[in-house]
């Protein structure tokens, strides 16, 4: 699943999603994304570990802005957010944009999210 394209499209747009939450910490944001993906609580070593995951993917993307736009030039066709996906988007925002869609799509591809146990 981790190369369909509709499956990284459905992750942009609940990054999309969760970006627009703005009354929403971070924090707030990984427990609602990953309670409504696997319907799951999420523990706090879980949170830890996702907050990790993000922290990671944001830092990968504002150290390279052109791989957070090279994301998108690929997968222009979910049109997730039209302001981010653009090449000239503000980098922190494409950064930002990036991380929650790979912290999305490491959820979706998750074993506990495609078995459903």
């Known amino acids: 699943l981790m190369n369909e ?17 703005t009354d929403m910490t971070d924090a707030e944001r990984l427990a609602w994304a990953y309670e409504t993906i696997t ?21 990968l993307y504002q150290q390279n802005s052109k791989a957070a736009q090279a994301m998108f030039a690929t997968t222009q066709k979910s049109k997730a957010n039209p302001e981010v996906s653009q090449p000239n988007s503000p980098p922190k925002e494409a950064a930002r944009f990036a991380a ?18």
């Open 100 to 117: 929650w869609t790979m912290l999305v799509h490491s959820i979706l591809n998750l074993d506990l999210t495609k078995t459903r146990e």
């Open 39 to 59: 319907a799951h609580q999420l523990e706090p070593h879980t949170l830890s570990e996702l907050q990790s995951g993000f922290d990671t993917f944001l830092k």
């Open 5 to 21: 394209e509709q499956h990284f499209a459905a992750a942009q747009n609940l990054a999309h999603t969760l970006l627009a939450k």
